[in-house]
């Protein structure tokens, strides 16, 4: 249809407007064509003849249900106006702050914090599609993210706008996510580097400035690297175009770059007290603009910040100290004083303070600096001139060296921070965020502001091509033909400034005169460009500027300082002496070849495409704008190589104020960003796009009856758009999409609102009709009554006089009597007439059925004979039967019980067998023991010959001494002195040497005599209990004797027993007879009850019906009283009455008569059946005395067999018994006869060697006295030298023989000692062995007692053990834990069977008392637990399996502990199970923690299964027919967003819930746990359903309210379901409940306001208020929420004091308690399935 059409009454459009840009009207009157003027009314009332151009009419409103969209090319009316509205609306009402513009994301800076940055935030963007959630900074993050990981291809994120619109803050956002989304798994910390690389560049780069306080004053591209699984590995930063003048100068109201504040504000700091910095006012460089601190900024944390980022990125102290100590010393060297000379020369102090401070900060010359800082030197081909300078030249100079050393500073920071990102491996792919300047226009504009421009035609001119790509890929995938469009190309303006001579051509060419002028310049490129470029101006009243006209607007730059600036020069002298600094780093500053760290690691180091020959003069150097157009060009070659993404950040005020929207500045900024431009290429194109079941959902209600029948939706789409849209140039058709132009999806929205308008009109008007017509006939039927009995009363009062009121009067008594003796008569008659009728038919019926009656009573009596004897013959026959089968199940118990006790009787000869072979082995050892006693007597005698050899020896020793003394006669003479003091010396030892013999052989006398006294007691002991032996083997006798006697009488019983047995099974034959007649009988008496008790019920009601009939309806006096005279006499005169009656009468009598004689024979037929019941009764009682008798009988039969085989089996094992102890008794006895004498034998030997020992050691000594005395004699004789030399070999002599002797007797000891230690061990062998012996014979006394009096044998008893072997450890945890399935236990064993099992080897282990094998079996099992949940640890089932058997494994670690605490729930037995030697409380610790730890990772994994399903299922999926949550708003996703995850519903989360459940109760979890787990779950749906719901606006709707509601409904009967009510998972659901209720209700009044304040008490402020701006209406007749009544709300609630957060925190986890439920399984009756395969296993 034609655009003009449109333009009818009730439409809007847009008119321009001074301030606002453009202002709504709504049209009064349908437009015409050919009309000059449209009448229309602006929004305050103001009607207005707004004048009009036919070919350019103004801009169509979009439908306020299209308002508000999250992407601006989903808007109908693609034009300015409704993008900026559109943003307004957005931003000032709902406050959001991103909004799509086809592949752009618009940010607009909100000058406010916002909760929308948050980690949960993060997590709630990854892995969604793009369009699926709001627009956010995050989702195009997770675009480039996901494509990069999708396509294996590099991206880019572009970031742009202008200063102050928030591009830094995006970009860090950006990096935030990346390092977020990819954390590695290594520690090196990798994203933490990344993101720290940020605060350092804003500290350097950064500065405040009028429109931003914290602005980027430098581009910067940063490259992330990723590995091949997409984590981060490291980043490379590329910086671009520094704005170095703010070092020298800053306008008012600015600031210098943030470091130099952050480090004034730490000169108080010691570390930094050598800088001698002050306070930021005392600067030149810092103080300029006025305003040195930033509200809310506190410089002294930032440089605490900045030096942590330093050091977490490598950069130690000494590096931060250099960059400081640069820092510092520009500070200074701005405050260096130049005083003017004359006009022509300028001056430095030497005595200048900061001077001074500057060059001992760099280590310079402070003369040469002082010079050359007022001077220059022009070298020209014959000479070299120095040339002083002027003070503005001396400033100039300066600030130039200021700049250029913080340039390099600056270089040398980013190249650091590059080579501390830096990785060793090859980056798979990675992802580029540029943060650059946006177009900037001031009011003087200058050379930075041109290079800015230059770069962002650059970047315009790569997005028009990458829309143009994208669009065409669009269009060939849905197959629709591609037609190109009218765009604004930009390559003119790019080679007017870049091609060959162009602008910065020209001006490289100026600065490499020596003369070069801006002015000169400026002539240039008005000749080359003036009139012969379109795109180049020349102002009017200005000489010194020129326009160039930019994509975005044209500007106009003022030429000053053009050269200066590019050619960045400083003076060669000053770098000289810089160079001359013994300050490393200001040396490698400006070295001529400088080593860069990084390619891309600074601006300088760029590499053209070009190789490019060094020029000979220096003054041929790379001038800034060849630089940066160099770096440019690799900036775009890397931006073509990725897949783009792109932000535009926009001001929307220039005075900072939150949520304020200035609408020229806004429409100025997306005209330079090119937002307006991809909207007018889209709005030339098809910009709206719907798929076939959006528009079938959509406009259905335009389709006719036929067209819906059809079945193809995508053909009834296509008939309906050919139908209602004439013109098919205005739309297309796709393979999934349909393609509209502008404006067609507003005509489509107007029909469906005017249908819907004219459907509404119909519904009121007959809704109305309908009410009306209901008044008018309620009004009409009144109006009636009314006038009826207006009409009565006056035709009453017309009509009645005296006299007709009498007629009338009259003539109504008449007519009464009258009228009453005609019915009277004739109701008389018609009365007789039945009541005749009546007696003959009465009559017939009741001799009919007497007659049956006779015949029924025959029956009876036949049937009562008949049933008799059956029952009789069916109660012998049960009675038979049951007897039999009571003698059999008796035998068969019998002889069970007698093959259990045969197998005891055979246990207890196995024990008896193993207490012999004990005792063999015994003996076996003793004799051993005499084999060890024989050799050491051997041994003894080799000792003594030894020692006789070594006396031999000694002798022929002494020989050779006397022969050396007289060979050393002449030496006596010098050793005479030498010997007394020796000779002295060895008294003294010889003393001490036999004081030391003499004790040693008095405690040995001591210990032997000690040892015979043992010797002696223990024999007497043994004696004793030999004796007492024998007394007890007499009394074993004289029981045995006594046995013999009770087993012959026994066996006389048995055979009388044996007669009863066969009498009793012929009886017990007749059981089962007896027990079918007693049946039979019963059944009988029930059945003769009922049919009794009917008769006499028949026999009541009969009898009252007759006597009611007869006696009562024929009352002779009523009739007659009723009867005239007259009408007796006309009766009787035929005597038809009279005969009547009498027959009555008669029939009467005779059925009374009947009736009575019936009566008297029920009731004798009933006596005699409650006779014979009672009679029956009695037989019955006495049959079961009967049954008792024999049972008692049976009984005891039974124990009597039992006893008896258990004596008989018992018998011949106790001969046995006595037989072989007395056997062994003889044998003791024997053994320690012989064995006494062996010892007193071996003592006498002992005694007798010592003794022989004893005396010859004292004749050895004797025999050395001797020698002594003869050596005494010697010396006399002999010099001073032959004594000395007697005297050593004596002592000598003496020293070997002591020794010997002194080991020998330590030998004999031991050896008499260790004979003593075995002969004591032996007896305590020996003493243990009797007592077991003793202990066995008590039990057989014990057993003995029990079969004589009849008591039955008991069963083998458990104690709740399980024995295993230390080796079999591992075994038990394989088969046990690491290999058990879940699957494989079976369903009905007791829950927490694998710990029970674990926990009885635990008793075992205590029951020992073995310390190591508790440890090491504890050890092994909490690693196979763990082992096992590693393994399996995305394993629902096993974790779950293992859980809970941990949890009961805990529970009886504390049940049996024996802490009172949790023995209060035991039984008697169970407490008797308590573990006995040992306390475990560190490993129910460690066993707690564990549990803990399988907890978590048990929610996890159930998290990550149903997360999946949360937000289809709660939020997208619709279940309540007739009703749709969504609005379809052809929103153009991306084409790599595509929606590859499955459709699930809420079905799918009920059953995987009830998935969990089933399987947490079939693997025995504790209900308290279980109630915590769903706890948990509930509660992670509820909060991702409801941060999805904040970050979708398109989900804020009334009707997605009604589907949450349902869908909480459904949660909540499957708790109710489950049972779980008290699990408080019900009100972790409160939150979205609230929030479900708040879309639902009114949103108007105050009323209303102050409801949502009570109501909404789980929900934050910050939610409320983002839920009422996010409220989105579906239709047009829902009304958005106003901002007014957001800020009522807002008031209520300011209040609150509750979290400023947003989302709800996803990973917050519920403190976990494990409560103590003991087992109530007894630990003895647990066995082992075989399927468990612990064969090796025993039950104790």
């Known amino acids: 249809m034609a655009l003009a059409e449109l333009y009818t009454q009730y439409n809007r459009v847009w008119i321009p407007h001074n301030e606002e840009v453009w202002q709504s009207a709504e049209i009064t009157k349908n437009y015409k064509a050919g009309d000059r003027f449209l009448h229309v009314q602006l929004e305050d009332g103001t009607e207005l003849n707004y004048p009009v151009d036919p070919a350019a009419l103004p801009p169509l409103r979009n439908p306020d249900i299209l308002v508000g969209e999250n992407d601006l090319t989903a808007l109908s009316y693609l034009h300015e106006p409704a993008v900026l509205h559109n943003l307004k609306v957005r931003f000032v009402e709902s406050k959001l702050i991103y909004t799509y513009s086809g592949i752009i994301l618009v940010a607009i800076n909100p000058y406010k914090q916002l909760p929308i940055y948050g980690d949960a935030i993060i997590h709630a963007y990854s892995g969604q599609n793009m369009g699926d959630m709001d627009p956010h900074i995050f989702a195009v993050a997770e675009e480039a993210y996901k494509q990069m990981a999708r396509n294996n291809k590099n991206q880019s994120i572009i970031v742009s706008g202008e200063s102050g619109a928030g591009k830094t803050v995006s970009a860090r956002y950006t990096m935030r996510y990346f390092a977020t989304v990819s954390k590695s798994s290594s520690n090196a910390h990798v994203e933490d580097k990344v993101l720290a690389s940020n605060p350092i560049t804003e500290a350097v780069g950064n500065a405040k400035t009028t429109r931003n306080d914290n602005s980027s004053r430098f581009g910067k591209y940063t490259e992330i690297s990723f590995d091949q699984r997409y984590q981060i590995i490291g980043a490379n930063m590329r910086t671009y175009l520094l704005e170095k003048s703010r070092v020298v100068f800053q306008s008012e109201n600015e600031r210098n770059y943030h470091i130099f504040y952050q480090l004034c504000a730490s000169a108080v700091q010691p570390e930094f007290k050598h800088l001698k910095l002050g306070s930021a006012e005392e600067f030149n460089y810092t103080r300029m603009g006025g305003s040195t601190v930033i509200e809310g900024v506190d410089d002294r944390a930032n440089m605490v910040e900045t030096q942590k980022t330093f050091a977490l990125l490598g950069l130690k102290g000494d590096f931060q100290m250099d960059v400081f100590k640069m820092l510092a010393a520009i500070l200074h060297l701005g405050n260096v004083g130049i005083t003017a000379v004359g006009d022509e020369r300028s001056s430095i102090s030497l005595e200048d303070k900061h001077l001074n401070i500057f060059c001992e900060l760099l280590d310079l010359n402070c003369d040469k600096m002082a010079q050359w800082l007022c001077h220059r030197k022009i070298i020209t081909t014959s000479e070299t001139v120095i040339k002083p300078m002027t003070r503005t030249q001396a400033v100039n100079a300066r600030d130039a ?195 860069s760290v990084s390619p891309f690691s600074s601006t300088i180091n760029i590499k053209s495409a070009r190789p490019v020959l060094k020029p000979p003069n220096k003054q041929l150097r790379m001038t800034v704008g060849n630089k940066f157009r160099s770096s440019l060009s690799l900036l775009m070659v890397t931006l073509n190589a990725t897949t783009p993404h792109y932000v535009r950040c926009i001001k929307p005020n220039d005075e900072k104020l939150p949520f304020e929207f200035d609408s020229k500045r806004v429409a100025q900024q997306l005209r330079a960003c090119g937002v307006l431009e991809t909207i007018r290429i889209s709005a030339q194109s098809y910009p709206s796009r719907w798929t076939y079941i959006e528009f079938f959902s959509r406009y259905s209600i335009l389709m006719t009856q036929q067209e819906l029948s059809l079945n193809d939706k995508k053909q009834i789409c296509k008939i309906v758009l050919q139908r209602l849209i004439q013109d098919h140039n205005q739309y297309q058709f796709g393979r999934t999409k349909i393609f509209f132009r502008a404006g067609q999806v507003a005509y489509l929205e107007k029909l469906r609102s005017d249908k819907l308008r004219h459907a509404c009109i119909m519904i009121q008007k007959s809704v109305r009709g309908w009410l009306q017509r209901k008044k008018f006939l309620r009004i009409k039927q009144a109006a009636i009554i009314i006038q009826q009995y207006f009409r009565g009363q006056r035709t009453v009062r017309q009509a009645i006089t005296a006299r007709n009121l009498k007629e009338t009067w009259a003539a109504i008594i008449i007519q009464k009597y009258c009228r009453g003796y005609l019915v009277r008569r004739l109701c008389q008659l018609i009365h007789v007439a039945a009541v005749t009728i009546q007696a003959y038919t009465r009559g017939f019926l009741a001799r009919k059925k007497y007659q049956k009656m006779l015949q029924e009573h025959k029956a009876v009596i036949l049937q009562k004979y008949a049933r008799a004897w059956l029952a009789r013959r069916r109660f012998q026959n049960i009675r038979r039967f049951v007897l039999n089968i009571q003698l059999s199940y008796r035998v068969q118990q019998l002889q069970k019980k007698i093959e259990e006790q045969s197998r005891e009787n055979h246990g207890l000869l196995e024990r008896l067998t193993n207490l012999a072979s004990t005792h063999m082995n015994d003996m076996d050892t003793i004799q051993k023991l005499e084999l060890d006693l024989e050799k050491l007597t051997a041994q003894k005698r080799t000792y003594e010959e030894k020692g006789k050899k070594y006396k031999e020896d000694s002798e022929q020793k002494i020989l050779k001494l006397e022969n050396l003394n007289k060979e050393l006669q002449e030496q006596k003479e010098t050793l005479e002195i030498k010997l007394q003091e020796k000779t002295e010396e060895m008294k003294e030892k010889m003393d001490d040497l036999t004081k030391q013999l003499f004790n040693d052989v008095q405690k040995e006398e001591n210990q032997r005599m000690i040892l015979e006294k043992n010797f002696q007691n223990q024999k007497q002991d043994y004696e004793k209990e030999i004796e007492l032996l024998k007394g007890e083997i007499k009394i074993l006798k004289e029981e045995k004797t006594q046995l013999q006697h009770q087993i012959q009488q026994e066996i006389v019983i048995q055979d009388g027993l044996k007669m009863e047995l066969g009498q009793l099974t012929k009886q017990a034959q007749k059981i089962p007879e007896l027990q079918k007649e007693i049946e039979l009988l019963q059944t009988q008496k029930l059945d003769v009850e009922k049919q009794a008790q009917s008769q006499k019920r028949e026999l009541r009601e009969k009898m009252s019906e007759v006597a009611k009939q007869l006696l009562e309806s024929y009352d002779v006096e009523d009739v007659r009283s009723r009867l005239s005279t007259e009408d007796l006499e006309h009766l009787n005169e035929d005597g038809e009455l009279w005969f009547a009656y009498e027959g009555l009468k008669k029939a009467t009598r005779v059925l009374e008569s009947h009736f009575q004689s019936q009566k008297e024979i029920y009731e004798k037929e009933i006596e005699g059946l409650n006779f014979k019941v009672e009679h029956l009764s009695q037989d019955i009682n006495h049959l079961q005395k009967l049954f008792r008798e024999e049972n008692d009988i049976n009984d005891g039969i039974r124990l009597e067999v039992s006893r008896l085989t258990s004596e008989n089996l018992v018998i011949p094992d106790l001969k046995q018994q006595v037989s072989e102890l007395e056997n062994q008794k003889l044998e003791l006895e024997n053994r320690l006869q012989e064995q006494t004498v062996k010892l007193k034998g071996k003592l006498q030997e002992m005694s007798n060697r010592l003794h022989y020992e004893l005396e010859g050691d004292r004749t050895q000594r004797r025999i050395n006295e001797a020698q002594n005395e003869i050596d005494i004699k010697e010396k006399e004789r002999l010099k001073v030298t032959t004594q000395e030399i007697e005297g050593l070999s004596n002592g000598l002599m003496q020293d070997e023989i002591q020794d010997e002797v002194k080991s020998k007797i330590k030998q004999e000891t031991t050896r008499l000692t260790v004979e003593n230690m075995d002969l004591e061990e032996k007896l305590d062998m020996k003493d243990r062995i009797i007592k077991k012996l003793e202990d066995q014979i008590k039990t057989l006394t014990k057993t003995i007692e029990k079969t004589e009096a009849h008591a039955p044998a008991l069963s083998k008893e458990y104690v709740g053990m399980m024995e295993y072997k230390k080796e079999d450890e591992d075994r038990i945890i394989q088969n046990l834990i690491l290999d058990l399935k879940p699957r494989g236990v079976v369903v009905n064993m007791i829950p927490g069977l694998p710990a029970h099992i674990l926990f009885m080897c635990v008793r075992y282990a205590d029951y020992l008392n073995d310390a190591d094998m508790l440890k090491s079996f504890m050890n092994v099992t909490i690693d196979g637990i763990k082992q096992v949940v590693k393994e399996h640890s995305e394993d629902f089932e096993m974790l779950s399996f293992w859980l809970s058997n941990t949890y009961y494994f805990l529970n009886c670690l504390k049940q049996y502990s024996g802490e009172q605490e949790f023995m209060k729930g035991n039984t008697p037995r169970q407490n008797k199970n308590c573990l006995k030697h040992f306390d475990l409380s560190e490993y129910r610790q460690i066993l707690s923690d564990l549990a803990i730890r399988i907890y978590h990772q048990f929610i996890i994994v159930m998290e990550n299964n149903i997360q999946p399903m949360i937000v289809p299922g709660m939020l997208e999926y619709e279940s309540l027919q007739g009703i749709s949550g969504l609005k379809p708003t052809g929103f153009r996703k991306r084409s790599s967003s595509i929606d590859d995850t499955d459709t699930y519903t809420m079905t799918s989360i009920l059953q995987q819930l009830s998935y969990f459940y089933s399987t947490m109760c079939q693997n025995g979890l504790d209900s308290e746990l279980l109630k915590q787990a769903v706890k948990q779950l509930f509660f992670l749906i509820g909060a991702i359903t409801l941060n999805s719901l904040f970050l979708r606006k398109d989900m804020c709707s009334c009707r997605k309210g009604m589907q949450i509601r349902c869908n909480i409904s459904y949660l909540e009967e499957w708790l109710k379901d489950k049972n779980l009510q008290n699990s408080s998972a019900k009100e972790t659901l409160e939150p979205l409940s609230q929030a479900a209720w708040l879309l639902q209700v009114k949103k108007i009044t105050d009323d209303d306001a102050k409801e949502i304040c009570e109501h909404c008490t789980s929900l934050s402020t910050v939610q409320i208020v983002k839920i009422l701006n996010s409220y989105t209406p579906i239709d047009d007749f829902e009304k958005r929420v106003t901002p007014s009544f957001v800020r009522k709300v807002q008031a209520m609630l300011n209040n609150r004091e509750d979290a400023p957060q947003l989302m709800l925190d996803t990973k917050y986890h519920f403190q976990v308690t494990f409560p103590f439920t003991p087992s109530p399984h007894a630990l003895e009756m647990i066995q082992v399935p075989s399927s468990f395969k612990l064969g090796f296993l025993t039950r104790v």
């Not at 040398?412 to 300047?437: M, S």
């Open 401 to 595: 060296l200021a700049k250029k050393i913080y340039s390099h500073l600056f270089d040398f920071i980013v190249e650091r921070i590059n080579q501390a990102l830096q990785f060793p491996g090859k980056q798979h792919t990675f992802i580029g965020v540029l943060d650059i300047y946006g177009f900037e226009t001031f009011d003087v504009n200058s050379f930075e502001q041109f290079c800015i421009n230059y770069a962002n035609e650059k970047l315009q001119q790569q997005f028009n091509l990458h829309v143009f790509k994208l669009e065409q890929e669009e269009y060939m995938k849905e197959d629709i033909p591609w037609t190109l469009i009218d765009f604004y190309d930009n390559q003119p303006v790019i080679d007017l400034i870049e091609a060959k001579m162009g602008i910065l051509e020209l001006l490289d060419e100026e600065c490499l005169l020596p003369h070069g002028t801006d002015e000169n310049w400026l002539q240039k490129l008005y000749n080359n460009f003036v009139n012969k470029n379109a795109l180049f101006e020349k102002p009017r009243m200005s000489n010194t500027s020129f326009i160039i006209q930019h994509f975005a607007d044209k500007v106009e730059y003022k030429c000053e300082g053009f050269l200066e600036k590019n050619r960045d020069t400083v003076h060669e002298v000053l770098i000289e002496i810089l160079k001359e600094s013994k300050f490393h780093l200001c040396t490698n500053f400006f070295q001529d070849n400088p080593v």
